[in-house]
């Protein structure tokens, strides 16, 4: 090499930079991408004001790390009974109304316990009830909504789709409990509560904005019949339950947001409370920043594996780490394996399943990722109370590993996924072509009937059709 050459051509930079940049052919493609992820942005940052609230408003309430952790219990039934009936609906009914309506329900939910806080004595109960009544409307949102994606965004950009999604996602996991953390401080709980109500205004009014999406021609109707039909769907799918079983032992072990509180407290930081629910989500948005280069990923089973396995080495060092800001780092870390671990799972998912049966996989996808934070908060609040807040999360850490490479070695199926020649993803990708091909050519003949007659010429059919008359 020549010593005036520079190391690193002005040109590879730009193509470097060009592959990690996130694609933004979704946002182009579909005006109603674009007010689902506005009304994402808005309501993400603050249900994570909630999210920080409701622990710390308990914590205050009894000073238990058992009571922070029951939430998840009382989380936990709900999630799984309307999770799969919403699955039901979402392939049954209009998605956007199902999604509109569920999104009105919560923001009621979230005036309730503003209306709790702003009691004299503020009652723990209701709290709990709230909760439980979130975990619901969740469970029949969430199907409809992950499952509107697929409607909305050509099959190609599916995968860009979940990315930018993640962005606002991460973005108010970052600022959300950050601000939420100097809220309660300074203001209450009441006001976080009070700001999570004003984002589920401006919500609904975006949700509003997005066209129609009816269901398939033919879809089942909501019963338990078609609940148990997509259960049956996905345990034939050995690959689709391989990411589900990953997820849920990556959330079950290693997931320890209820001790935050008490870890922030025993590190001697109680300002890290914020900045602890909010280092995973800053992780996870590096990720989704440069996150470019998943789309030209097609083994998605082996990169999700390897992710899980960050995820559980990372949550291991946190909790094996003494001071704060190495426990920080470590969240950091694991933030940014867990952006990895979705990016993969909802690939494979939006990839090859059938739109006729994805709602209800995706209420089945609901219990996989949420089911296990609920049981991992429950986990982690008996263990700290048992052994002790940093031996819960790095013990939990070290079993998530164990877990989630037990999982792999029982599932091959999950390793050999690819989608180039998986059969399911083929299928699913050439009735997405054919779906855009008709569309096209709808599109064309309304464009060509309305356009005006040529003065003094007559044209033939085929010309009116769109065809060059035949030559003599």
Not at 226 to 239: C, E, F, I, N, P
Request: proline share 6%; hydrophobic share 50%.
């Amino acid at each position: 090499m020549n010593d005036d050459e520079p190391p690193h051509p002005p040109g590879r930079v730009r193509s470097l930079l060009r592959a990690l940049r996130p694609d933004l052919a979704p946002w182009h493609a579909s005006r109603d991408f674009r007010f689902l992820w506005l009304s994402g942005c808005v309501t993400s940052f603050g249900s994570f004001l909630t999210y920080v609230a409701v622990p710390m408003q308990i914590k205050q309430l009894t000073g238990s790390s058992f009571a922070v952790g029951l939430v998840g219990a009382f989380e936990l039934v709900p999630l799984i009974v309307f999770g799969l009936w919403g699955g039901a609906l979402a392939d049954a009914l209009d998605r956007r109304k199902l999604v509109l309506r569920s999104e009105a329900a919560l923001g009621l939910l979230a005036g309730l316990l503003l209306l709790n806080a702003l009691l004299p004595s503020p009652l723990l109960w209701p709290v709990y009830v709230v909760a439980a009544l979130v975990a619901a409307c969740d469970g029949l949102q969430r199907p409809a909504l992950d499952s509107l994606t697929p409607r909305i965004v050509p099959h190609q950009h599916l995968a860009a789709a979940f990315a930018l999604k993640s962005l606002y996602h991460n973005a108010a996991s970052v600022a959300g409990p950050t601000l939420a953390g100097v809220v309660v401080a300074f203001s209450g709980v009441q006001t976080a509560y009070a700001l999570d109500v004003l984002t589920f205004v401006v919500s609904l009014l975006l949700l509003a904005r997005i066209r129609a999406v009816p269901p398939a021609t033919g879809a089942e109707r909501p019963s338990v019949a078609a609940v148990l039909t997509g259960v049956r769907y996905a345990w034939s799918r050995k690959d689709l339950l391989g990411t589900y079983a990953i997820d849920l032992c990556a959330m079950l072990f290693a997931f320890p947001v209820a001790v935050f509180p008490f870890l922030a407290a025993e590190l001697g930081a109680d300002w890290a409370l914020g900045p602890m629910y909010a280092a995973s989500a800053a992780g996870a948005l590096l990720v989704g920043a440069t996150s470019g280069w998943t789309s030209r990923i097609h083994r998605h089973g082996r990169l999700l594996l390897v992710a899980a396995v960050g995820w559980g080495a990372a949550m291991t060092l946190a909790g094996l780490s003494d001071g704060v800001w190495p426990v920080l780092f470590g969240l950091a870390l694991a933030g940014g394996a867990d952006q990895i671990s979705g990016i993969a799972r909802s690939t494979m998912w939006n990839q090859s399943i059938p739109d006729e049966v994805r709602g209800r996989m995706a209420g089945v996808e609901l219990l996989s990722y949420s089911v296990g934070p609920q049981l991992g908060q429950v986990r982690a609040g008996t263990m700290a109370g048992l052994i002790g807040v940093r031996a819960a999360v790095w013990t939990g850490g070290l079993a998530c590993v164990a877990a989630v490479l037990a999982v792999a070695a029982a599932l091959p199926r999950l390793l050999a996924y690819d989608d180039r020649t998986d059969p399911h993803a083929a299928a699913v990708r050439a009735r997405h072509e054919a779906a855009e091909r008709e569309q096209a050519e709808r599109e064309q003949a309304e464009r060509e009937q309305a356009e005006p007659e040529p003065t003094g010429s007559a044209r033939t059919d085929g010309e009116r059709a769109g065809r060059a008359p035949a030559a003599n």
